[in-house]
């Protein structure tokens, strides 16, 4: 688990809770350069655990963004998502949802492409909803580091994917809605607004490097 430390105790302010939020988020981001850094030498192939996926929820939520509960705890209550027909798992169920999520990356780490792995474990994240908050964050940079693994080496590029879904949150969530509806009485997957939603955001990232190409100074 990641070396978290905790505020005094006191309630944050609004103000106090959204600085921290970026603190936080900024914080994830180097650690998942880290981690990309790591597994993209070929002598350390990459092995999902969710030890990585606590971690850098632990991350998100570090400084007392929590109501109730440590970082990095499942979450030990029901929960319901606003505006979503989907209902997440019993919390009961979290831990083994979360095992078969890295089974599924592992198993199919060479059998499908980078775009589909990064859509689906940014959607099946959510769709467990394994922790009390921070959900998004963490399937958001889970995905981007699936992404820049797959790939080999780290994306260059500004703004970044993760940026990308935070200035274009209605494309993300209608993603995740889409996805969830698919397999709602008993359907099959299908990632594909996901998919075309990083494709285009992957496009975005990387046409800045052209662009910077092309600028004096």
């Not at 978290?4 to 650690?31: I, T, W, Y």
């Given at each position: ?54 971690e850098l929820q ?136 996901m998919e075309k ?21």
């Open positions: 688990m990641a070396d978290v430390g905790h505020n005094s105790g006191q309630p944050l302010s609004d103000e106090q809770k959204a600085k921290l939020e970026v603190e936080n988020g900024l914080q994830q981001f180097d650690r998942a350069l880290q981690v990309i850094e790591e597994y993209i030498d070929p002598e350390r192939p990459f092995n999902l655990r969710p030890y990585l996926i606590r632990a991350i998100a939520v570090d400084g007392g963004l929590l109501d109730a509960g440590n970082p990095g705890d499942w979450r030990t209550t029901s929960v319901e998502i606003t505006k979503s027909k989907h209902s997440p798992p019993p919390p009961h169920t979290v831990e083994m949802h979360v095992v078969e999520l890295c089974e599924y990356i592992n198993n199919n780490l060479h059998e499908r492409t980078p775009l589909h792995l990064a859509s689906y474990i940014m959607w099946r994240l959510n769709w467990i909803h394994p922790f009390p908050d921070g959900n998004g964050r963490t399937s958001r940079i889970l995905s981007y580091i699936l992404l820049n693994v797959k790939l080999g080496y780290i994306l260059p590029g500004n703004p970044s994917i993760p940026q990308q879904i935070v200035e274009r949150r209605s494309l993300y969530l209608d993603a995740l809605e889409a996805a969830d509806t698919s397999i709602l009485d008993g359907g099959e997957l299908n990632l594909s607004q939603m990083l494709r285009a955001m992957l496009a975005n990232q990387l046409v800045s490097v052209v662009d910077s190409a092309d600028r004096a100074g």
